[in-house]
């Protein structure tokens, strides 16, 4: 993300951010230049605070509504892999230290999203629910295998849920981008948790595979919901299968299909998700 | 219906022969003049030449032309990795074999899609500039595969507010999550570990997202044909 180039766009594209951010116009200057003399290592924060004071007291309610969503999901995630690495019966299964610091990347990574949306939503923030991961999958913290099983569901949600979430920020310059820049880093920590799951579960893939039939194929059937309709071959009307493959005469794999569109989520049936693991 | 059918698989049949025939000529080319290509990459890289886009094949204006941005980019890729599956690397493990090819059908998949998608307003078939890419080695097609895909996810997250139509920005999102999963494979190819690293992901756990400007500025490196980005929405 380009700080300033962020700024000068959100002038271009929301009129109305100066009266939002200041109410005097004066105040985008000094804003820029402010931008230029802060060091590198501070620019997320301040951006931060930038987003908070354009969108987070004074934004539209469907924003914030997609916002509060996020950090629901990214308090569920945080909190999950920060308990998780405090348990020692679970951390002395981490096969080695390459997995260790995989694991503690992503929980940093999910605290940092908790952190960034809460820092835009200001005083809009939803309070964090109190979450029980033990209740529907009772060894997630004394089995590394169930734990990275509930990791992929989680981190697959993710992405799902902020896809779906996009429509809603159409042609927001500076929420939408930043919602997609925190769906693409949960895409990549799914693939790095199927990928820690390979020897776990036949024909795991770093992407979401399926056969007509199947949809979740993370071998645990808890978590279809995760998984409903992943397995569409039909992408804006068209059945991708009928589509030219790789060689002259062949054409795309249903699994192929499956595997290069990931598939959104309703908000609705994010939280019916998300609800398995909140107490109150 | 039928008789279409078999006529539009005659006509790729065709295509595919054509493009063999084309691509196996170009390769000779590219492995007579490789020294020199090479030599010539370091001297652009070198000095900094401006290329406004304003000039060649016209991606379009609104949702046409940033369709045919990610058709372009899609072009990009999957001619890519058409290539590295074509002969791969010596020694490549079978998983690594069969997830490539996996990445393979994905882009082009995406990129038939696109084609299909647009129908008349598609831009015509990018002649891609892989020269500098060493297919022999791992070292050379898992550093490219990096870029690229790093790249796409930049693309797509910085390309996104310019959509104009929700079930398109959809459809985008559809298809960057992919990238980002084929992103986070190959890094962690390269450095067990390295999926989101700290070049790619900022303190707040942000990715990456580039304008159509600079990611073209980055991929013109691969594609011969002149892009005329334009009139694309800023």
């Known amino acids: 993300m380009n700080f300033l180039n962020i700024l000068r766009d959100i002038e271009a594209i929301d009129p109305e951010i100066t009266d939002r951010l200041s109410p005097r116009r004066d105040a985008i200057k000094n804003i820029t230049s402010f931008g230029s003399k802060v060091a590198l290592s501070a620019l997320p924060f301040a951006l931060g605070s930038m987003f908070k004071k354009a969108y987070g007291q004074t934004g539209t309610s469907s924003v914030n509504d997609v916002l509060n969503f996020a950090l629901t999901l990214e308090y569920l995630e945080a909190e999950f892999y920060t308990t998780a690495l ?77 896809k779906g979430q996009a429509p809603n920020l159409l042609g927001n310059k500076v929420v939408l981008t930043a919602a997609l820049s925190i769906h693409s880093v949960e895409a990549r920590h799914a693939s790095h948790i199927r990928q820690m799951r390979k020897n776990m579960v036949d024909g795991l893939k770093p992407w979401i595979t399926g056969t007509p039939t199947q949809a979740n194929d993370s071998g645990v059937t808890a978590v279809d919901k995760v998984y409903a309709d992943e397995n569409s071959k039909m992408q804006a009307g068209v059945d991708i299968t009928t ?11 249903f699994s192929a299909a499956v595997e290069a569109f990931d598939e959104p989520l309703t908000k ?4 019916e998700i998300a609800g398995m693991f909140i107490v109150s | 219906m039928k008789i279409f059918e078999n006529v539009d698989q005659e006509e790729q049949a065709g295509n595919d022969t054509f493009l063999t025939k084309k691509m196996q000529r170009r390769n000779f080319l590219t492995y007579a003049g490789a020294s020199a290509a090479g030599l010539a990459l370091v001297a652009a890289g070198c000095k900094k030449d401006r290329h406004d886009f304003n000039r060649g094949i016209d991606l379009g204006t609104g949702d046409i032309g940033i369709l045919n941005y990610a058709y372009a ?54 002649e891609v500039d892989f020269s500098s890419i060493d ?29 104009e139509n929700g079930a398109y920005l959809t459809i985008a999102g559809k298809i960057v999550s992919v990238e980002a999963r084929h992103a986070a494979y190959i890094r962690d190819l390269i450095t067990p570990g390295s999926f989101a690293g700290t070049d790619v992901v900022d303190a707040n756990g ?18 011969k044909t002149e892009i005329n980005a334009s009139n694309l929405p800023s």
């Open chain 1, 86 to 162: 405090q348990r020692t019966i679970l951390t002395a299964q981490i096969p080695n230290a390459t997995a260790k610091a995989a694991l503690e990347r992503i929980r940093d990574d999910e605290n940092n999203h908790v952190a960034f949306l809460k820092s835009v939503l200001g005083t809009a923030a939803v309070e964090k629910p109190a979450f029980d991961f033990e209740a529907p999958f009772p060894t997630v913290f004394t089995s590394y295998g169930t734990f990275l099983a509930v990791s992929q569901a989680f981190e697959d949600t993710g992405v799902r849920a902020y």
């Open chain 1, 243 to 253: 589509l030219m493959g790789a060689t002259a005469g062949s054409k795309i794999s």
């Open chain 1, 268 to 271: 609705e049936a994010v939280l």
């Open chain 2, 73 to 126: 980019l899609e072009q990009l890729e999957a001619a890519f990795y058409t290539k590295v599956a074509a002969s791969f690397y010596r020694n490549i493990p079978a998983e690594e074999e069969m997830l490539f090819k996996d990445i393979r059908d994905h882009e082009i998949a995406h990129r038939e899609f696109f084609k299909e998608a647009l129908g008349n307003s598609a831009i015509p078939a990018l």
């Open chain 2, 135 to 163: 297919f022999t080695s791992r070292t050379s097609v898992l550093a490219t595969a990096k870029a690229f895909e790093d790249l796409g996810v930049s693309a797509y997250n910085g390309a996104g507010y310019l959509i």
């Open chain 2, 206 to 223: 942000l990715d990456k997202s580039r304008t159509p400007m600079e990611v073209l500025t980055i991929a013109k490196a691969y594609i």
